[in-house]
């Protein structure tokens, strides 16, 4: 039986710490803020170039809570 990819641990280094993920989460969430704002004006190809970033940081947001163990998480695809 092969392992898939993110279960190959020999490419992963398990080194991160809460302080590391917590950090992230609060990078991502300001630049998040920051694509929110620029989304609100401007002309229509910036807005939707922020917009798409918003949508994507979104992700990330929600996986890093989930991580970090946010109640209001059940599952960061869903």
């Known amino acids: 039986m092969t392992m898939s990819d993110h279960q190959?641990?020999?490419?992963?280094?398990?080194?991160?710490?809460w302080h590391d993920i917590e950090t992230m989460l609060d990078k991502a969430e300001r630049k998040q803020?920051?694509?929110?704002m620029s989304m609100l004006d401007g002309p229509k190809k910036k807005r939707m170039y922020h917009m798409r970033n918003y949508k994507a940081l979104e992700g990330v947001v929600k996986a890093l809570r989930w991580v970090l163990g946010d109640k209001d998480i059940d599952h960061p695809l869903e």
Do not use: L, R
Not at 8 to 17: L, R
Not at 33 to 36: D, I, K, T, V
């Open 8 to 17: 190959d641990s020999e490419h992963f280094a398990y080194d991160k710490t």
């Open 33 to 36: 803020n920051s694509h929110y």
